[in-house]
């Protein structure tokens, strides 16, 4: 069946670095342009980092850049993000969704990332 | 980049219709998406950009757009349309970049 599955948050320093994982399954994932996008604790959606269904072309955030990369493997339909030089405004809930022309028609159930000495 | 505006909160009795608003420069170009999100859960799109309704969506849900401005229109709202409401676009940069607005909470009363 269709499904995003994200895996990898935890508790981490500040300064320090974490890797999020999306697994895709029931699409053609190498089809699909993927998206994190993220939430800190009660507050609204933030996006984060698109990247186009050919892995070439990114975009990401103001707010991550030069932090945080974006990469997939479409052999195993699986999206990343690399998060370095981790802050406590990165604490949120990742989620990785699904890019078509009309907006993002899958998510994932989210992975929490909560950045703290 | 581009900013999109919502109420921060709306209500409405049992049965009756809401329009949740969303504004900014970009909806001048771009259409907006809608997605609700209940407490716990990921957002789920409701509303595409294409103004379709995706499967299961209920047709009660209804977009629209005039100038800046972007609504999703809830005709004859039930309990379980209770929840946060955010409408996306693309940005006005062109380089594909996504915007969300702040979020709607819609309480049904």
Redesign the interface.
Known sequence: QLQLVESGGGVVQPGRSLRLSCTASGFTFSTYGMDWVRQAPGKGLEWVALIWNDGINKFYADSVKGRFTISRDNSKNTLYLQMNSLRAEDTAVYYCARDVDGGFDMWGQGTMVTVSS | ?SELTQDPAVSVALGQTVRITCQGDSLRTY?A?W?Q?KPGQ????VI???N?R?SGIPDRFSGSSSGNTASLTITGAQAEDEA?Y?C?SRDTSG?????????TKLTVL
């Open positions: 980049s259409s998406s997605y999100q990921a957002p789920v799109l595409s950009a294409k379709n995706p946060d955010y996306n380089n594909r970049l996504w915007v969300f607005g702040g979020g």
